[in-house]
């Protein structure tokens, strides 16, 4: 790597070599430093530009104010002068040479050294999280009497009141954010058009006032309009039928006030573009490339049906939430609906079209190889751009911090590592030849904080996988909670570590919905499953002998901490005592998350109810059902699910529910596992 550039990267965060899973030092390649750069908007092409922009990095004053000042509640910082803090609400406090500790929290506006920055004062920490239990939910999987082929809001709102009623503290979701509308509907809650919005295929269709408000006989077409439920979930079948009961249902519905919502207004008008030209704005006729142009105004003004029809669904969307958090708080659950934030976003999707001056265009976000991924990772979404974050006062991040906190109780951040950090693949470039770009953690973290605090959310990052240690300190510090996955809680030797060593900030889950449920990791359906979709790196026999040695291991360990049942002697004195079924190895799993001391438990209806199908084939996109498995049970059959009661009998025992949350201990340090040996899971598929 040239000196000159190696420099100039290091000054605009641009990492030119990283350390493997492996621990290994790993040199980036000059070209895919001087892409990332390109990214930028630093040109290193040639020697001569190099030192123009590495001059031009080193002229900045190191001792002006940044462009965004984030500063925690309580610390005080130096100014280069006197200046004068113009608050949120209006006031303003003048400063001199100093901004003072006893700062409100929010977002304030300071004027100092002849100029005026963002100004954000953060919590130092949010409150502890309660110790609780929750199910862990992919809605979509849902189905009930009244759904539309798939889970919808109404089986949400049911599900956590009944949930709340039995016990559970919390419901995990998967991401509920924005697809295009056009066919074919992406089925991906990862990829999603716009992490700002939600997807109005969760709508339930009867559950809304124009529904009420219309005639029998177009209530009539609009139910006879309802798919049946099949063993895969349609999504294109499902929103074909909805969009059209929803388009019989608008003229009975109330108008929605476009202007109060700026935003808003934008979204729906690309939903009416989207129909016309296809999910990919990138796509698109040139003149529609900017939200602002004139092109896109006169569009906005033709097709004003389909826009107030867009804005609508997200205003019922909305509704349908606030019903879904009215029944965790009615419920009485301690946290209550903790919602799914993406890492990234289709390029060519909504916010990619709305926020294109803050994302660095071109970019892929990724992974570099790994054990499970040795070819690294192409996630194919898009990647903010941190100078321009900070440029404009990460206003973006914020408001879409708080359009998906308005109605959570908490917010799980996938892969948290990513606020410190992302893996960037420049075009051209394959997987493995991308690189790490900084972000400023401090602001990031802080601004997420904030968010969480005003809107009253948990946070949990999913910080799986080899992550620095700046990240487990950064959330632990903060009250945010890690993610333990009993899969990866293993010591150096590979064997499974007791619960009770297991972090005490963490969520505690068995598996996620990129690895093998519990049923299916016992009977080996991770292994039967990869061999036929040719996704093995090794012969199949050395797999299937690694998966019979994880399940002795595990029932190993389950065995040493007395969770599972003795042995029953066999009838005869040569026949050899009988092992636990899987049924009761699944319980026993259950027994040792209620046994750790982590905060937060987690459980996967797929691992009570018996699928050995994962959600989600990392690795694959059409060769395997991907985020369309339904549960093998309705809710009503959830709730009468014997299997189901012995495990909420289980958990409820183990951690019942705090009789007042706000009275939570405070945190101890907990003996961590090192990051590296909790890590290891493989990503998901875009």
Known sequence: MNRRLAALANAHGVSTWYEDWRHRRVEVAPETVVGVLGLLGVDATSPSAIADALA????????????TVVLAQGRSRALPGPGVVILEDGGRRAVDGELPADLPL???????????????VVPRRLPVPPSSWGWML???????ERSWGMGDLGDLAEFTGWAGDTGAGLVLLNPLHAVGPAHPVATSPYSPASRRFVNPLYLRVSDTAAYRAADPATRAVVDALRPDRGPLIDYDEVWAAKRRALELLHPYAQPVDLAADPALTSFATWCALAERHGNDWRAWPADLHHPDGPAVAEQRRRLADRVAFHAWLQHLCDEQLDAVTAAARSAGMPVGVVHDLAVGIDPGGADGWQLADVLAQGVRVGAPPDDFNQLGQDWGLAAWRPDRLAATGYAAYRDMLRRVLRHAGGLRVDHVAGLWRLWWVPPGGGAAEGTYVRYDAEAMLGILALEAHRAGAVVVGEDLGTVQPAVT?????????????????????????PPARWPRNALATISTHDLPTA????????????????????????????????????LTMLAAENLLPEPTPGSGSAEPAKTPDDGEVVVAMHAALAASPTRLVGVSLYDVLGEVRQPNMPGTVDEYPNWRLPLPASVAQIRADPRVTRILDLLNAARPRPADPGTAEAVTPPGQLSQSKRAGSPRKSA
């Open 106 to 120: 929010g977002w304030h506006r300071l004027a100092c050294a002849d100029r005026e920055v963002t100004l954000v």
């Open 138 to 144: 992919q809605l979509y999987a849902l189905t009930s």
């Open 56 to 67: 031009a990095a080193r002229a900045v004053d190191r001792s002006a104010l940044p462009e």
């Open 473 to 497: 300190r950064g959330l632990r510090g903060r009250n945010m909670l890690g993610s333990t996955v009993l899969w990866f809680a293993r010591d150096e030797a590979g064997d499974f570590v």
């Open 519 to 554: 049923p299916g990791f016992l009977t080996g359906e991770h292994v039967r499953v990869r061999d036929e979709l040719k996704l093995l790196g090794t012969d199949v026999a050395v797999e299937r002998a690694r998966a019979a040695a994880d399940r002795d291991r595990l």
